[in-house]
């Protein structure tokens, strides 16, 4: 699995591609291919879990989501995990 943490700013296109971004990922989740995703309490920023192979394959999705390349978002970083509990 791996855990992308993102950045995010007041930036009004943010908001307006959020729920384009929020239907991919609910048909990703339905896919087992999104685990969790949410924003911190603090909307700075979120954090999302793909269950994906390795990181080509998590760099394809985030590829064809336009939300982590819209203003107001930043990919601050993907790490791999390796849960012993889900």
Do not use: C, K, N
Request: aromatic fraction near 8%; hydrophobic fraction near 50%.
């Amino acid at each position: 699995m791996w855990i992308v943490e993102l950045a995010f700013t007041d930036a009004p296109e943010r908001l307006a591609a959020r729920p384009a971004h929020r239907q991919l990922l609910t048909a990703l989740h339905a896919d087992g291919i999104v685990r969790m995703s949410g924003p911190l309490a603090d909307d700075s920023g979120a954090v999302l879990v793909f269950d994906v192979p390795d990181r080509a394959a998590l760099d394809r999705l985030l590829a064809q989501d336009p939300y982590y390349s819209t203003p107001g978002v930043r990919v601050v970083g993907a790490r791999e995990w390796t849960p012993f509990l889900t």
